[in-house]
């Protein structure tokens, strides 16, 4: 089982860091100053972010993962890999959100790996409003289920993402199926 590494999305969550911070020693706090605020990640970065720890998280360190993320301003976010060579761009991981089509994707470039993911955002679909298919979602049950779907499909892609690219770092290794 891997070490545990503090969850990405809490490490920058101002309620959980600032009561982290309150719960110190008076002289511990004073080793820190640092200002804690919040940080807004939509929810389908949040996402990606989420499933990376709880199920890559031994994959991110691996990688210095662990230690390049960038959040945006929209939401969104960056995972750079670590460069051995001061310079060099070992490639990132990264959510943007096209505004023009309304579509969230999943990036990703590293050495010979280049994709890009569409992620589905169920958070604007209500009992109120028709999906895309023209039907009305009518129960809250119905809209659960389809969350759950959502959240299947953003786990599911994030894991083809992390094995594509471990595929690629070990071509000798075979993965287990």
């Known amino acids: 089982m891997a070490a545990a ?11 959980s860091s600032a009561s ?17 605020h919040p940080v807004y990640v939509h929810r389908v970065s949040k996402a990606v972010l989420s499933h990376l720890q709880e199920a890559h998280s031994g994959w991110l360190a691996e ?27 070992a490639g990132r991981i990264w959510t943007s959100y096209d505004a023009s089509t309304k579509q969230h994707w999943l990036s990703v470039y590293r050495r010979k790996v280049v994709g890009k993911f569409l992620l589905r955002d169920t958070s604007a679909t209500n009992s109120a409003t028709p999906d895309a298919a ?7 049950r119905s809209f659960a289920q389809i969350e759950h779907a959502n959240q299947q499909a953003i786990r599911n892609v994030v894991d083809q993402m992390v094995a594509t690219l471990s595929d690629n770092e070990n071509p000798q290794k075979k993965r287990a199926v």
């Open 20 to 36: 982290a911070f309150a719960e110190q020693e008076p002289e511990q706090q004073n080793e820190y100053s640092v200002t804690f």
């Open 63 to 89: 990688n210095g993962l662990d230690r390049g993320l960038r959040l945006n301003k929209n939401g969104t976010f960056v995972l750079n890999f670590q460069s051995r060579r001061k310079g060099f761009d």
């Open 134 to 140: 023209g039907t009305h979602f009518t129960s809250a």
């Open 5 to 15: 590494t503090p969850n990405i999305t809490q490490r920058f969550s101002s309620t």
